[in-house]
């Protein structure tokens, strides 16, 4: 796995299936987007870190990508089997992160403050999963899962919210040991086959 000084654009360019890249503890506000697949045995993972790699920042801690009310989709995860950890995405003009695919994990990620949702999947039949993440003060959903299947959510916080705080219009959905509170509209607006909780 290789580790890499650049740009967080520069990377992703340059990234193949197996490597890991490390995000350090600073403000960015470039739009990103994840193009090249990773694969079961060789997943993508860009990983957070505050002073020291493998410290797993929580807080303002975080590396913090913020888009400054700029136009689009902060950070888009548009190929299969990623994992990202430990990082804030905040104030895109529209979605702070986006799925375009399927077999993305998210650690202690929070995404809010963004101009449409915190989290949009624009794919269907993506399995997504969340972990310890928070997803808050979005102007509509804090996460629009439309129609994803094989989602789950544990131990995440989402709250504060214009609309839902989690709209599943996919089916097997699970969420377990999360707080969902203080949204304008529904806490989970759901489809079929939602789980438990």
């Not at 807080?59 to 888009?76: H, M, S, V």
């Not at 990202?84 to 995405?89: D, E, F, G, S």
């Not at 994803?148 to 040991?177: K, M, P, R, S």
Request: include cysteine.
């Amino acid at each position: 796995r290789s580790g890499f000084m650049a740009g967080t654009n520069t990377v992703a360019a340059a990234i193949v299936a197996g490597n890991k890249a490390w995000i350090k503890n600073e403000a960015w506000n470039e739009a990103v987007v994840l193009a090249v697949a990773g694969t079961t045995a060789l997943p993508i993972t860009l990983e957070g870190y505050n002073t020291a790699r493998g410290d797993a920042p929580t807080g303002a801690n975080r590396p913090t990508l913020d888009r400054a009310t700029a136009a689009g989709i902060g950070f888009a995860i548009n190929q299969i089997f990623y994992i990202v950890k430990h990082i804030r995405v905040t104030r895109a003009g529209s979605a702070g992160i986006s799925h375009g695919q399927n077999d993305q994990l998210l650690v202690n990620v929070r995404s809010y403050n963004n101009g449409t949702r915190g989290v949009i999947n624009t794919a269907a039949g993506a399995r997504l999963y969340y972990v310890a993440c928070e997803f808050d003060t979005n102007t509509t959903q804090g996460n629009d899962l439309v129609a994803a299947t094989n989602v789950i959510l544990h131990g995440c916080y989402v709250h504060d919210n214009t609309g839902e705080g989690i709209a599943q219009f996919g089916a097997f959905a699970t969420v377990a040991l999360t707080i969902i509170e203080a949204n304008a509209s529904h806490g989970i607006s759901g489809g079929t086959g939602l789980g438990g909780f």
